[in-house]
């Protein structure tokens, strides 16, 4: 058995890690808790990608 550090938790294997995670994250008003993390990073890629087709990329 392995012991999974999580800022200084001690976790059984990752998913007990994203459960801990999760359960913080919605403690803390987080309502979608880890999944708030994939929306985040699609926020990231809709701007990246409006920047993008708003200049002019000459290639």
């Known amino acids: ?3 999974f550090a999580n800022a200084g938790y001690g976790c059984q294997g990752p998913l007990e890690c994203v459960e801990i995670n ?5 403690a803390n008003n987080q309502t ?3 999944n ?4 985040m990073v699609n ?6 990608r409006y ?6 990329v000459g290639l």
């Open 1 to 3: 058995m392995f012991i």
């Open 22 to 26: 999760d359960a913080y994250l919605k």
């Open 32 to 34: 979608d808790g880890v």
């Open 36 to 39: 708030s993390y994939g929306k």
């Open 43 to 48: 926020l990231l890629l809709a701007e990246q």
């Open 51 to 56: 920047k993008l087709s708003s200049t002019s």
